[in-house]
């Protein structure tokens, strides 16, 4: 039987985003980051929802909406799995998703005193753990 | 077999003048932790006491697991539970004598859950009852009022002035033990926190009405909040439509209104705001927009009839 990941998640008391969607994004971050490659086993929504001391309907709610966006998917019987990159947005959304990505990015490195060419680098580096072929 | 445990129809309560319950018609799924909440005087006591069969109403009628509340049984009333902050408990006994008690009186009594629960919480079987925290007697009671296996598990402000570890056990104990034998919890709660984390619904009670009846989620997403700019003078909130609350600081005027998902930013721009911009908000800021407005409005009714 495939092991269980240890889910690094915190739900944060009085955050503005609601706990599935806090859920959502802190998933969504560790796939990003590399903490969760293709195929790991994500916890039951009961083994989650206890982690968290949360109802597991809000679980269910937040597992939903990732196997929605493509990257979770269930495989019946066997748990809930990181699923392989596949692309669900049309060509549009997929620009308008990058370039808010960008913005955010910016908005962060606006007053760190790095070159460009220095952060482009670094940043080449982190897209290549992303596994793209 | 129950489809809803409380069922209200057109449910009025008026002590004198003042219409505790004004037509109240509520149905409570059978299952599930539904949140009840409302101001100080929203009509919940009234409410429990009604349905309880406590207390007669002025008109309307209701049911608690299928009986009317007015012709509850003894039996009946021993299939519901109540857990209140005071954690009213026999002092002179101690918590195996409880539950040795507990065990005779109710025929469901679970001594697995009862096990499961108290696990959490540091009390000994020979700890007298007198002699607990806080939170080991909240614990306690909590345990006792699960094992039980009550149908209707009504908690009223439970975790009140536990610290961080017992109002976790306390969580932790009501989310994955009770729920495990299908009992359907009312969980009044000011703490939004607790709420947002537990509760399968949130309904909301005020003046004797129900206002929302919602995952909390889809409350949240009821309430909006925007930040923009009136040049000059800022409307009155009565001004402003669908506004539950206005403020203006630093020259920027807030705005929390209510089901106004589609359409707002053109309708403040209508009416002379610039630069609007909506930005999230969490539940507890929400239920306080939500429940002040109509404070501020009783208070301003009662100053009109003095």
Known sequence: MTKIVALALQIVPGDARPIFRQIVDGIREDIANGKLPVGSKLPSVRGLAMQLTVNANTIAKAYNELVCQGLLESHKGLGMFIAKPTQLLSDEAQENCLKAAIASFNNAVMYLDYSAEEMTEQLLNELKKLNRD | MTEYTVKTHGLTKQFGTKIALNALDLQ??????????????????????????????????????????????????????????????????????LTKMQKKLYPLWNQNVYDNVIENFDVAPDQ???????????????????????????????????????????????????????????????????????????????????????????????????????????????????????????????????????????????????????????LDNAVNAFLAKNHKRSQSKLIVGA
């Not at chain 2, 209701?62 to 002092?91: C, F, W």
């Not at chain 2, 709420?195 to 309904?203: G, H, N, T």
């Not at chain 2, 909040?225 to 005027?253: H, M, R």
């Open chain 2, 28 to 97: 409570i799924e059978k299952g599930g932790i539904h949140a009840l909440i409302g101001s100080n005087g929203a009509g919940k006591s009234t409410l429990f006491r009604i349905l309880l069969g406590f207390e007669t109403p002025t008109s309307g009628s209701s049911t608690l697991l299928d009986i009317d509340s007015q012709a509850l049984t003894p039996e009946m009333r021993g299939k519901i539970g109540y857990v209140n902050e005071e954690h009213t408990l026999p002092n002179w006994m101690n918590a195996a004598s």
């Open chain 2, 128 to 282: 007298k009852i007198a002699g607990l925290s806080r939170g080991e007697r909240a614990g306690l009671n909590l345990a006792t009022a699960l094992a039980q296996s009550p149908e209707l598990l009504i908690l009223d402000e439970p975790t009140l002035g536990l610290d961080v570890v017992a109002k976790q056990a306390f969580l932790e104990a009501l989310l994955f033990i009770g729920t495990e034998n299908e009992s359907t919890i009312i969980y009044c709660s000011h703490q939004m926190e607790e709420i947002e984390r537990v509760a399968d619904s949130l309904i909301i009670l005020e003046r004797g009405e129900v206002k929302n009846q919602s995952t909390p989620d889809d409350f949240c997403e009821r309430i909006q909040y925007w930040i923009a700019n009136f040049y000059g003078k800022a409307p009155d909130i009565n001004d402003i439509k669908a506004a539950l609350s206005v403020k203006n600081i630093e020259g920027q005027t807030h705005i929390i209104c209510l089901d106004q998902q589609i359409g707002y930013r053109e309708y403040l721009a209508s009416i002379g705001a610039s630069d609007a911009v909506e930005v999230p908000i969490n």
